[in-house]
């Protein structure tokens, strides 16, 4: 089991390298709960469950085509959390509006699994 800097580690190395959706099962508690700032992708700001999460990654896959993408941190923040820092270069699908954005995620830890994740935007 992995303690929370080994969690954090593998959670930013997996987003630099391309194993987000691997990182999912490996990472994340069952019963996990993500919340956006703002409701994205119209199943609201807060979903429930590893698969809610596994179909916010594919709405994301979907919808927008990632240009380019930094990771930074992780930030440690006591014995149970951590922050990352996103900056992304996309361009939404449908409407072909180029966009950067920039984002914070906090993670919660418990018994080796994440178990919240929050993200704040800046627009």
Not at 7 to 23: K, T
Not at 24 to 38: F, G, N, P, Q, R
Not at 56 to 76: C, M
Not at 79 to 106: L, P
């Amino acid at each position: 089991m992995l303690d929370l800097k080994g969690i954090a580690e593998e959670l930013v190395s997996g987003c630099r390298e391309g194993r987000e959706a691997e990182n999912l099962d490996k990472l994340y508690a069952k019963d996990v709960v993500s919340v956006e700032a703002m409701d994205f992708s119209g199943q609201g700001r807060e979903v429930h469950g590893i698969d809610a999460i596994k179909g916010k990654h594919a709405w994301w896959a979907d919808s927008f085509e990632v240009h380019s993408q930094s990771v930074d941190g992780p930030f440690l923040h006591g014995d149970a959390q951590f922050a990352v820092v996103f900056d992304v270069d996309c361009t939404e699908k449908q409407s072909g509006n180029r966009m950067k954005t920039r984002e914070v995620g906090v993670y919660h830890v418990a018994d080796g699994k994440i178990t919240r994740e929050e993200f704040f935007y800046s627009d």
